[in-house]
């Protein structure tokens, strides 16, 4: 992800954020905030938004406004309170927090409380997951998922060529014929390998063979969908459902090597998983 340009630490106003399972979040605003300002989440421009090119944006639910604007009021002790409730909706992306009306400045995050995050459940219809974080600048931001139907990875296990995924599926069921499929992103090649599972439950095991089946001359990724039943449209596996927004360095797997090519299992920006592969041998630098 990258932060939102390179200012320099926003002067002014601190917040402490609490989520709740359900996708809300509580600001507490301490600084210069006034009494008559709003607090303002603006979804950050497409450029910066991370999303990566392995995630198919035109299946994520949640489009609507850019932005989104939430009284401030007293909460005691010289601080102001603004609260997102879960039913209003944040499309898919990083959402920057200023304080506004008068003037317009980034907010700092405080503590952030977002212990209600881990082994989240998500209730029927489309899952929202909202994960409020610093930017690299040291401003606050809210990263938002929106999923309908969603595939949440679970358990993963790096065996010697092969990965072995298990899961979640929510807002569809397995079916006939349900499989995994392995997507080289930016070219139409991918493999397949069976699911098994019962209602919601999935698990599949990805050997890396076929994937480097042609030459490895460049690091390639290899986007995992879900593909609930014969015939079914993909959807894409992720981990959204905890207190992590970004897991590129939080969960890192174990790679395995052979005849030219390292596959590693790893999460993208966007908390999609893929296996990433790469010629061997590989520097530790672009591990």
């Not at 039913?87 to 212990?115: I, M, N």
């Not at 949440?152 to 995994?180: D, F, K």
């Amino acid at each position: 992800m990258r932060a939102n340009g390179r200012r320099a630490s926003p002067a002014g106003c601190t917040a402490d954020c609490i989520a709740d399972s359900a996708g809300g979040i509580t600001f507490d605003i301490t600084g210069a905030a006034r009494p008559d300002a709003v607090l303002v989440l603006r979804l950050r421009d497409g450029a910066d938004t991370g999303t990566d090119a392995g995630t198919d944006t035109d299946a994520l639910a949640g489009a609507g406004a850019a932005e989104v604007r939430l009284p401030l009021t007293w909460a005691g002790e010289s601080r102001l309170r603004a609260v997102l409730p879960s039913t209003v909706e944040l499309a898919e992306g990083h959402w920057d927090v200023f304080t506004g009306a008068p003037g317009e400045q980034p907010v700092r995050p405080g503590v952030r409380d977002v212990r209600a995050l881990v082994d989240r459940i998500p209730g029927a219809g489309r899952v929202a997951a909202r994960i409020p974080y610093a930017t690299a600048d040291g401003r606050l931001a809210v990263r938002s998922w929106v999923r309908a139907p969603h595939a949440e990875a679970g358990t993963v296990r790096c065996e010697p060529g092969s990965t072995t995924v298990e899961g979640m599926l929510y807002g569809a069921e397995l079916g006939e014929g349900a499989e995994a499929e392995a997507r080289l992103r930016g070219t139409d090649r991918s493999h397949r390998v069976a699911v098994t599972g019962r209602g919601g439950s999935f698990a599949f095991t990805l050997p890396y063979g076929p994937l480097a089946a042609r030459p490895v001359v460049g690091r390639q990724w290899w986007d995992l969908w879900l593909v609930p039943a014969r015939n079914a449209a993909g959807i894409r596996i992720s981990r959204i459902l905890d207190d992590i927004w970004d897991k590129r360095t939080a969960y890192v797997c174990t790679g395995h090597g052979t005849d030219g090519w390292l596959a590693a299992p790893c999460y993208t920006g966007d908390n999609d998983f893929s296996v990433r592969l790469d010629p061997a041998p590989v520097s530790a630098a672009t591990r």
